[in-house]
């Protein structure tokens, strides 16, 4: 029976689809993977022809069978003639027609990438036992560049089981021959480990961390860095070799102090950008231990030289002077002095006022506050702060109104952030 066409029987199918609902048929004994399918006659074979892949029957009356290939035309409740001739390749037409199938699936799948957007693609490597690997190979001209491998692993962890596990790996071959694991995905947990280059970078006003495929970065010279680069979604783990200067940017590049940072050999940074490309350094660690922010109380008393009505004076602890040059202190480490805060034995008088400043290099700061009236003996400042290098000299300023009750034993306190 090469031909068979059920006189009851319809078939219907939407254009473009390949499944085809079948009725009025048993499907069971006759119908099987590999035959063909004719639609719009009982008695002879009229138009294309399509090669059925799967056959679901419903029952002993029809069911669905879906085609190798779409089919362009829609049928509704036709007849149909199905054809065995070529049924399981015993046709070399059918043989030819099933050749020619696969090598045209295999061309939309590794044809041009304009092919691959046309609609679903899948490439199974199914591997016929746990032990055996599956493997994806990338090369240029027969020199092995990369691959991609799927086998098992098996480890034992310090004082534990052995555990056994399915990973991905993607492996680099810098010599073409022997592989290095660049990414190990743990299939059973979905989890990834990258195995991270470390790649040296000379400091530059712009510096471009994103060029380079390295999630580490050895940063050499003394040059001034003001960004990172456009890149973007980036992490980057970085250690510096001399003192460059890293320049804080409230945007593009934000520092966790908030000012600039001096490099020093050994220091390490973890540095991550956003979407828009801009920095931040979540992370400065100084090779030497100290933290990047070192918070110090300077405080004390003037002692008890009087200050009188109508004058300037200068002052640090324990030293009243009527010049800055006799009392200045130097700050000793780089940083920034804020948080000031002043205490008198009383206040100055109705209508008068102390006025004290911090000075730095013989010049007032910003860092300044007023007591006045007869209502209050303290003042403080916890707004402004000044920035210091090492070598910079500071001492505190009082300047007292002309009537202005006589005071002494000043008492002061103030925060300094050393940064170095």
């Not at 979905?190 to 470390?198: H, K, L, P, Y």
């Not at 000031?340 to 290099?361: D, F, H, M, N, Y």
């Amino acid at each position: 029976m090469p031909l068979y066409g059920p006189s009851t029987a319809t078939a219907t199918v939407a254009a473009n689809t390949n499944s085809v609902s079948i009725t009025g048929m048993d499907l069971n004994a006759v119908v099987q993977q590999g035959m063909t399918i004719n639609f719009g006659s009982r008695e002879r074979a009229m138009g294309d022809a399509w090669i059925i892949n799967t056959v679901v029957p419903n029952g002993t009356n029809g069911g669905t069978i879906t085609t190798a290939g779409s089919i362009p035309t829609a049928y509704n409740s036709v007849p149909f003639l199905i054809d065995t001739r070529g049924f399981n390749g015993t046709d070399s037409s059918f043989a030819a027609a099933v050749s020619l199938k696969l090598l045209q699936a295999l061309s939309n799948l590794i044809g041009p990438a304009t092919n691959l957007f046309a609609g679903a693609r899948q490439l199974v490597l199914d591997k016929v036992a746990s032990t055996a690997l599956s493997r994806l190979g990338f090369a240029t001209a027969g020199r092995t560049w990369a691959d991609i491998v799927h086998r098992p692993h098996i480890y034992t962890p310090p004082g534990g089981a052995q555990v056994s596990t399915e990973v991905l790996a993607v492996r680099a071959f810098p010599d073409g021959a022997t592989p290095i694991e660049a990414a190990l995905f743990d299939l059973s947990a979905g989890t990834v480990d990258f195995r991270q280059n470390e790649m040296t970078l000379a400091s530059a006003a712009t510096l471009d961390l994103g060029q380079v495929p390295a999630a580490r970065a050895i940063i050499s010279g003394a040059a001034t860095i003001q960004s990172f680069g456009p890149g973007k979604n980036l992490t980057r783990l970085l250690r510096f070799t001399g003192a460059c200067t890293l320049a804080h940017n409230g945007t593009t590049l934000i520092l966790p102090t908030a000012a600039n940072i001096v490099t020093a050999a050994g220091d390490t940074a973890l540095a991550t950008s956003d979407s828009a490309g801009n920095w931040t350094v979540r992370h400065y660690q100084r090779r030497n231990g100290y933290p990047l922010i070192t918070p110090l109380v300077f405080s004390g008393s003037a002692g008890t030289t009087g200050i009188p009505a109508g004058v300037t004076r200068y002052f640090t602890a324990g030293s009243v002077q009527t010049t800055w040059s006799l009392c200045y202190q130097p700050a000793g480490r780089r940083g920034r002095f804020s948080k000031l805060r002043v205490a008198t034995p009383g206040p100055p008088g109705a209508g008068e006022s102390w006025t004290i400043t911090l000075q730095k290099l013989f010049s007032d700061t910003v860092l300044s506050c007023t007591i006045t009236g007869t209502g209050s003996n303290s003042g403080a400042d916890l707004v402004n702060s000044v920035p210091f290098e090492a070598d910079d000299r500071w001492c505190l300023k009082i300047v007292s109104s002309a009537g202005a009750a006589p005071t002494n034993a000043v008492l002061f306190s103030m925060v300094f952030e050393a940064i170095d």
